[in-house]
């Protein structure tokens, strides 16, 4: 996978593009080539989508850790009181 295609697509265009490239391998009547040259670029889109949802779902669980420990604090203690 090229860098370029990482650092420069956003979540949405790589998901966009990806739609794109699987309508246009189930609609056929690409060569053979052309197939696999689509494929192996979904397959590229794919991994930059994962990536992002990857992140984000590191962002979330950090940010849920943050607020649990806020709870879980002496002030934040909802037991004791």
Do not use: H, N
């Amino acid at each position: 996978m090229s860098s370029t295609t990482e650092e420069t697509l956003s979540y949405e265009q790589a998901r966009d593009e990806l739609i794109e490239v699987v309508r246009r391998l189930e609609a056929g009547g690409t060569s053979l080539e052309e197939s696999l040259a689509l494929w192996e670029r979904g397959e590229e889109l794919a991994r930059v989508c994962r990536r992002w949802l990857e992140g984000a779902r590191a962002r979330l669980d950090a940010a849920l850790a943050v607020e649990e420990e806020g709870e879980e604090g002496p002030e934040g203690d909802a037991e004791g009181e």
